[in-house]
């Protein structure tokens, strides 16, 4: 008697898209399947991890590198694999969401890679990750093109050699894809956005002289970078393509994986390319962790902690040091400034701000950085080119000088810098403007002149509970409480009512994003990501 037929995956709950028979073929969700068989239940565990570590870091407020991976790190033998052509010069990277438009200018903007974004600046919307995939799928057959039905401007690719090199971004391990179903459970959205891309893309790829080539986000350990591997292994197995054709770039954005950096690339070494170094969810992760901490891990205003607070440049010389011990690239934080179109002195000020990042990152041996913005790009390009030349890395710049150790990654109380009211209103206004955004389905946002996307709006609300949590008194003599929360939400809410009138607000998700902003910035138990209940809200 042969072996039943294994189920097939369920699209559930779903409106038809168009052209989406072509991203979701039976083959490609006969990959995908494999996958979700195969990986889920590792991943499950090691969100199961995630939590008693978390609450191993609440009992002792403190973390430091592994002693069971010592022998990784005294050993200097190893390497990652060589980068290939098509990722050896990485010194502009534009960032964001692969809608149409944003897919051309993207591939158009000068900038050396374009991180093709199905995380935090896409919301995961079944639209959005499904167009998403076939506009990359089109952009690589040359046939993309956009008109903007409100200007009329028509968008088109331009020769091959001019266009950036992609490096897609799939969801992190925490969220699930509620429309693609196996035996009525979930598969995991990093699956989903992996397979679909993986399994249409890696040989067209190979063709075009590049490959598949992507950023892993939210990482917290090197068990979950083993767990990528081990995917990467079995897609390669899967498809047919050289084993060693993928290549991984990590986000250090967690403060756990930071002292895991080295693990992380040895993990994933054959398909390893590089770290990135990024800002507001390093700062969240710090905030989740040590949430019980103490006023020692209070952290001031976010524009207050800049990259060279002295424990977030312990962080990044750290990156430097050890992507170039191990033969990796090290890729520096965002540029977020969205050009004003009508104040130059704003864009003067802000220019000068990049220009003075970008140089700083140069210097430290960062091989690249990202961008937000085409306008960005040749300010970014103008300070690396200043450091390298004609090289396409400075990864034989080892920073040997650099020694970090463990408390100098958490030494938050060198800051000077306080919480402020300000802040605080800050901190509210632009979660609910975010938050309402993504709620429509909008993953990147532009507030107050910056480039925003969800980890802006983990970082505001976990700035909200924290500073009420621990009490903080502002310089006007206020403190932080949840009845203070609540009304400046509200007159945010109404000031925001005001100015794009009522007609409007009442169209958007403006109550909705400020009922779930105060959720969960208020609620005693902490959520451990905003997207959790947001995803239940999107629609």
């Known amino acids: 008697m042969s072996a039943p037929a294994p189920s097939t995956l369920a699209i559930v709950d779903a409106e038809p898209l168009p052209r989406q028979e072509e991203v979701l073929t039976d083959a490609a969700l006969a990959f995908v399947a494999e996958l979700h068989r195969q990986f889920t239940p590792r991943r499950n565990e090691l969100l199961a991890r995630r939590g008693e570590r978390r609450a191993e870091i609440a009992r002792t407020s ?3 590198f592994l002693p069971e991976t010592a022998a990784v790190r005294a050993d200097d033998s190893w390497k990652v694999a060589p980068a290939p052509a098509a990722l050896s010069d990485r010194r ?10 944003m897919t051309i200018n993207a591939l158009n903007s000068g900038a050396k890679v374009w991180l093709a974004d199905f ?4 919301a995961p919307t079944w639209e959005n990750v499904v167009l998403g995939q076939l506009n990359l799928t089109d952009a690589y057959e040359r046939r993309i093109d956009f008109t903007d039905p409100k200007s009329g401007k028509s968008y088109a690719l331009k020769a091959a050699d001019e266009l950036a090199t992609v490096v897609m971004r799939p969801r992190g391990w925490h969220l699930e894809e509620r429309h693609l179903q196996l035996d009525g459970v979930s598969v995991p959205g990093a699956l989903v956005d992996f397979g679909l891309y993986f399994f249409h893309n890696a040989q067209r790829l190979i063709d075009l002289g590049k490959g598949p080539y992507f950023y892993l986000p939210k990482t917290e350990s090197h068990l979950e970078a083993r767990l990528w591997n081990d995917i990467f292994v079995f897609a390669q197995d899967y498809v047919g393509v ?9 986000l250090i954005e967690t403060i756990t994986a930071a002292y895991e950096m080295e693990e992380i690339l040895y993990e994933l070494r054959d398909h390893a390319s590089g770290l990135n170094a ?3 969810d390093y700062l969240f ?5 040590f949430r019980d901490g103490g006023a020692k891990f209070v952290l001031p205003d976010r524009n207050a902690v800049t990259m060279t607070a002295p424990f977030m440049r312990a962080y990044t010389e750290l990156l430097v040091r050890t992507c170039h011990k191990r033969g990796a690239h090290a890729i520096g934080g965002m540029a977020a400034f969205i050009p004003s179109r009508r104040d130059a002195e704003v864009n003067k000020v802000a220019f000068e701000k990049v220009k003075a990042d970008k140089d700083r990152e140069a210097a430290d041996g960062f091989d690249g950085s990202w961008v937000a913005h085409p306008d960005l790009v040749p300010i970014a390009l103008a300070s690396f080119d200043a450091v390298l030349g004609e090289k396409p890395n400075q990864k034989d710049r080892l920073r040997e000088d650099v020694s970090v150790a463990a408390g100098d990654l958490i030494a938050i109380d060198t800051l000077d810098a ?4 300000d802040g605080l209103r800050n901190a509210v206004a632009v979660g609910i403007r975010y938050i309402e955004a993504w709620l429509r389905g909008l993953g990147a946002v532009a507030i107050f002149n910056l480039m925003e996307d969800a980890a802006t709006a983990e970082i505001s609300r976990s700035q909200i509970w924290q500073w009420i949590n621990a009490d903080v008194v502002f310089e006007n003599g206020e403190h932080a409480t949840a009845e203070l929360a609540r009304k400046v939400a509200a007159e945010e809410l109404a000031a925001i009512r005001e100015e794009i009138g009522e007609e409007t607000f009442t169209a958007g998700k403006w109550q909705q994003a400020h009922d779930l902003l105060l959720q969960v910035s208020l609620d005693q ?6 997207t959790l209940p947001a995803y239940e809200q999107l629609r």
């Open 62 to 64: 403190t973390l430091d």
């Open 92 to 101: 502009v990277e534009i960032t964001g969401p692969t809608d149409r438009k």
């Open 119 to 122: 995380e935090d600046a896409s």
């Open 242 to 250: 050289p084993q060693g054709t993928v290549r991984a770039t990590v």
């Open 278 to 280: 990024g800002r507001w």
């Open 285 to 289: 992760s710090i905030v989740k962790n």
């Open 418 to 421: 306080k919480p402020t009211y």
């Open 525 to 530: 138990d902490y959520a451990d990501f905003l």
